[in-house]
């Protein structure tokens, strides 16, 4: 089955580059071209789309406003951000809002494609030059006492979604419903004051 792909990119000449790269690779589907992120909150939410290749910097609204309304409405569609730019500020705004991945607009298209298909299996796909900034702000970061709450049962919960299991494989690795994942989910995220997979996943390998 295809992996079906929205864009967010204002300049043209790239937007049409990222669909051509799609049409031409087996395996994707291109579903919507968007030049704002107002366009995108109208046109996206109402397709089949399983990823969202985000550009953070948009005329208007930002691409990480988009992305946190997008995880509003669509919480099961995945976000990869695109910029120009590796400061660590868009960084955590970007993943804070719901973006599973980060990748620089200099990433190769097979790259690309790789951080896409990996993205759908559950991982955080980033450029090498931002993961390590990611890296570099752990050994900054003291550990969270917010992952001291968290029965025996969440802690299992997080260590899973960390390995990049996907909610159904949770639910049958630890014998319950896909109801009781959600649920177990939702008070991991309300103990660790987080909106997403990855800003939870990120907390839990701080530790």
């Given at each position: 089955m295809d992996i079906k792909i929205a864009i967010v990119?204002?300049?043209?000449?790239?937007?049409?580059?990222?669909?051509?790269?799609?049409?031409?690779?087996?395996?994707?589907?291109?579903?919507?071209?968007?030049?704002?992120?107002?366009?995108?909150?109208?046109?996206?939410?109402?397709?089949?789309?399983?990823?969202?290749?985000?550009?953070?910097?948009?005329?208007?609204?930002?691409?990480i406003a988009c992305t946190y309304q997008l995880k509003e409405k669509m919480p099961k569609v995945q976000i990869v951000m695109q910029t120009v730019y590796d400061d660590s500020n868009s960084i955590f705004a970007s993943l804070k809002a719901g973006a599973s991945g980060y990748l620089l607009k200099?990433?190769?298209?097979?790259?690309?494609?790789?951080?896409?298909?990996?993205?759908?299996?559950?991982?955080s796909p980033m450029s090498s030059q931002i993961a390590r900034m990611v890296v570099e702000s752990f050994k900054k970061t003291s550990n969270d006492e917010s992952l001291n709450s968290l029965s025996l049962r969440e802690n299992e919960l997080l260590g899973l979604l960390a390995q990049g299991f996907r909610?159904?494989?949770?639910?049958?690795?630890?014998?319950?419903?896909?109801d009781t994942v959600r649920s177990h989910i939702r008070r991991v995220y309300e103990k660790l004051q987080v909106n997403s997979r990855t800003e939870a996943v990120l907390k839990y390998l701080k530790q």
């Open positions: 990119e204002d300049d043209k000449n790239i937007r049409e580059s990222y669909k051509l790269l799609f049409e031409v690779s087996p395996g994707f589907k291109c579903l919507a071209l968007c030049e704002t992120a107002e366009e995108a909150l109208k046109k996206i939410p109402g397709l089949d789309v399983d990823v969202v290749l985000m550009d953070i910097n948009l005329p208007g609204k930002s691409g200099r990433t190769p298209p097979a790259k690309i494609l790789e951080a896409i298909e990996d993205v759908i299996k559950g991982g909610y159904k494989e949770i639910a049958e690795k630890m014998f319950i419903s896909m």
